[in-house]
């Protein structure tokens, strides 16, 4: 058997792929609820708690369940492929794999595009404001030239008075 750190490691592995079977687990279970209650017209029976209750997902009993909420049960499209082998010593471990696999394919998610509404709306601001200063500084570099000509201008006139009164 497995000894010190390699010990602890399955160990850890071990629970993990546990939890992540109660994830499975509940998230199969709310997916069959949710589903019963759309076929179901919600007036005509009444909901028992234990059964038709949804389940809370166990997310962060363990780090590898953690780190997979959003592709197990978020928004996202996901693939488990499960790998089986024919031979007699790994019937238990296949019929896992089965199981595992099973309660994955009735997990339904709903993957969406997501819009940043109000960061484009501030993207488009910003853009608009760019525009307006833009704009702003050519105005105030014309009325500069303007300013520099009529300066050069009245340099050009005062040489010619100072001429004129020599």
């Keep these: 058997g497995a000894e010190g750190e390699t010990l602890v490691e399955t160990k850890n592995i071990n629970l993990s792929l546990s939890t992540l079977g109660d994830v499975l687990a ?3 279970h709310n997916a069959t609820v949710k589903q019963a209650e759309e076929k179901a017209p919600s007036a005509t029976t009444a ?3 234990s059964k ?3 389940k809370p997902v166990p997310y962060r009993n363990s780090k590898l369940t953690f780190l997979l909420k ?4 978020g928004n996202s499209k996901t693939l488990m492929i499960a790998t089986l082998r024919s031979t007699k010593e790994y019937h238990a471990h296949s019929l896992m794999s089965l199981m595992y696999a099973s309660r994955a394919k009735r ?3 709903f993957s969406a595009i997501n819009l940043d509404t109000e960061g484009s709306s501030k993207i488009t601001k910003v853009s608009t404001e ?3 200063l833009k704009q702003r500084l050519m105005q105030r570099g014309h009325e500069f030239e303007n300013l520099r000509t009529l300066h050069a201008n009245d340099k050009t006139e005062k040489i010619e008075l100072k001429k004129r009164l020599e």
Excluded: K, V, Y
Aim: proline letters at 11%.
């Design 70 to 73: 959003d592709s197990l049960g």
């Design 47 to 49: 909901p028992t708690p």
């Design 52 to 54: 038709n209750s949804l």
């Design 107 to 109: 997990i339904r998610n």
């Design 130 to 132: 760019i525009e307006l």
């Design 26 to 28: 509940a998230l199969s």
